[in-house]
């Protein structure tokens, strides 16, 4: 879903990150270096940064700053938006940056300076991309922290990437952690639309109960808001059509996100995989300030309509370890403009 956010005004133009990479890098498939090694994640962090180039150009030292504050173990990033290696007309590799022309290797090497100089340079990164500059996803672990397995898929095949970079799924020995990036759900029944987000939500309730022989904590833009407590106006977004369209079926109108049909599917993906919302099992009522994770156009109707789409979901057995949850990070019409929104949460050893 569309995010609307504007860099925080600075005085003169912005510079493009300038250290040098760290020896060892951050690129897909580079051999992790020698440290102490712990076994369990426990500070998590996860960002729809729509658009990372985006992001290092206009807000790298804010966003630097806050990762150094928090110190989160993982940071799950969705809608890169960088297009995966391959030339064209040949096949890509969606856990690699593309390179093969002078601005992609331009828009490359800023980006993978941001991710050596501090406190980035600490981290371990895996990348899922689309052939295009759309969705995709990024995953960064602490380098004392080694999964086991990274995976790009739902059936757990590291070789496989899902189309648009869509998972990455790291397994540690004592939990899982999956990052995906939702597709929209759209307005109409077509390939692109309710059927593509049907088959999503098939495939994810089939994973999450063959993947229950260990904790998981599934975070990301699930592009889905659950209940009428997640919306700021439930009517306005039940009632919500594109240009006058209706759609047959009634469980399919509304906003995309907010359709009964996906809410009782997503419903069904919590239950069946025995998950708790985290944010929700720690905050039981609207927080009209901080509750919701996008925000409507700044202007038309949907100025001051919000929605909280973006989410920690967490085994039941995982509940009573789940220290916080919080929000960050506020939309453009709001006082205060940040430069982004962010979901952190700890559990607790």
Known sequence: ???????????????????????????????????????????????????????????????????????????????????????????????????????????????????????FGNYHVWWSLADTKYAGTALLVKKCLRPLKVSFSLDGTVSKHEPDGRVILAEFETLRILNTYAPNNGWKDEENSFQRRRKWDKRLLEFV??????????????????????????????????????????????????????????????????????????HKEKDMECGFSWSGHPIGKYRGKRMRIDYFIVSEKLKERVAECEMHGKGIELEGVNFSFFLLATIKR
């Open 1 to 119: 879903m569309k995010r609307f956010f504007k860099p925080i005004e600075k005085e003169g133009s912005a510079k493009k990150p300038s250290l040098s990479p760290s020896k060892h890098g951050a690129e897909n498939g580079d051999a992790l270096p020698e440290v102490d090694v712990k076994k369990e994640p426990l500070k998590f962090l996860t960002w729809n940064a729509n658009s990372l180039l985006l992001r290092v150009k206009s807000n790298w030292p804010e966003f630097s700053n806050f990762v150094s504050n928090l110190d989160p173990d993982v940071i799950a990033i969705q809608e890169v938006r960088m297009p995966a290696a391959g030339s064209k007309g040949a096949p890509k590799k969606p856990g690699e940056l593309k390179d093969d022309t002078s601005s992609s290797r331009e828009e490359k090497q800023i980006l993978m300076r941001a991710l050596s100089s501090p406190p």
């Open 209 to 282: 109960v063959q993947s229950s022989d260990k904790p998981l904590i599934w975070c990301g833009d699930l592009n889905v808001s659950h209940e009428d407590i997640d919306v700021s106006h439930p009517e306005f977004f039940s009632a919500a059509k594109m240009n006058g369209y209706v759609p047959p079926n009634k469980e399919d109108c509304g906003q995309p996100g907010f359709t009964l049909a996906e809410r009782k599917r997503f419903g069904a993906i919590l239950k069946e995989g025995r998950l708790v919302d985290a944010y929700r099992y720690l």
